[in-house]
């Protein structure tokens, strides 16, 4: 067993990659946090939401072709560029769509 610490409330929320090299959570204290998988790092704490986190998932190979277009990004890069998106929603009627490369 692994224990991914660094929230300092309730998580309420996780997910893992489809390759299962990120973890994603969320939680009552208002932050999105990324995890490398093999290593464990809390590689990012994102703040942009205003209220709690109720859900995270990660999208699927197909849609982040999809969100890579939705980003202008162009469909034959999106296939080889090995960014993938991730979604968290919240209470502050907001879902936010993230790229793991850039974190934005």
Not at 3 to 13: F, K
Not at 29 to 41: A, F
Not at 46 to 54: A, G, K, M, P
Request: proline share 0%; aromatic share 8%.
């Amino acid at each position: 067993m692994r224990t991914l610490s660094g929230h300092t409330d309730w998580v309420r929320t996780a997910a893992v990659s489809d390759d299962g090299r990120w973890i994603v959570s969320g939680g009552n204290d208002q932050t999105v946090r990324l995890w490398e998988s093999e290593s464990g790092e809390n590689r990012a704490v994102l703040t942009d939401h205003s209220h709690v986190i109720e859900c995270v998932v990660f999208a699927g190979a197909e849609a982040n072709v999809a969100i890579s277009e939705f980003f202008g990004v162009d469909k034959a890069l999106a296939k080889d560029s090995g960014t993938q998106y991730f979604a968290s929603g919240s209470r502050d009627k907001t879902i936010k769509i993230w790229d793991t490369n850039t974190l934005q």
